[in-house]
């Protein structure tokens, strides 16, 4: 959050008061929160039961939950370049 407030802040001007939640795109955001559950939950059942595929399939899925959040970032300077367009 504080992140894309400051990418705004200083793409947009300090006057803009686009909301964080306006320039981030909700489906990579829910991608990266779903990722990290599930990552933490196959891992904890994985070691927990010593089967190592399931803390395989939980890395699997912590690092494509991690894809999501730069991914999200690039989004938000996208739709902070397309709010600069539509304003001028």
């Known amino acids: 959050h504080i992140g894309v407030r400051l990418m ?13 939640a306006d320039l981030l795109d909700a489906r990579l955001s829910w991608i990266a ?8 939950a196959l891992c904890v059942y994985g070691a927990s039961s ?9 890395a699997l899925c912590g690092f494509c939950a991690w894809l999501a959040m730069p991914a999200n970032m690039i989004a938000v ?5 397309h709010a600069l367009r539509t304003v001028v």
């Open 8 to 20: 705004a802040t200083v793409l947009l001007g300090e006057e803009n008061e686009t909301r964080p």
């Open 33 to 40: 929160f779903a990722g990290m559950q599930l990552a933490l």
């Open 50 to 58: 010593g089967a190592a595929g399931f803390v395989l399939a939980g």
């Open 77 to 81: 300077r996208l739709n902070v370049r």
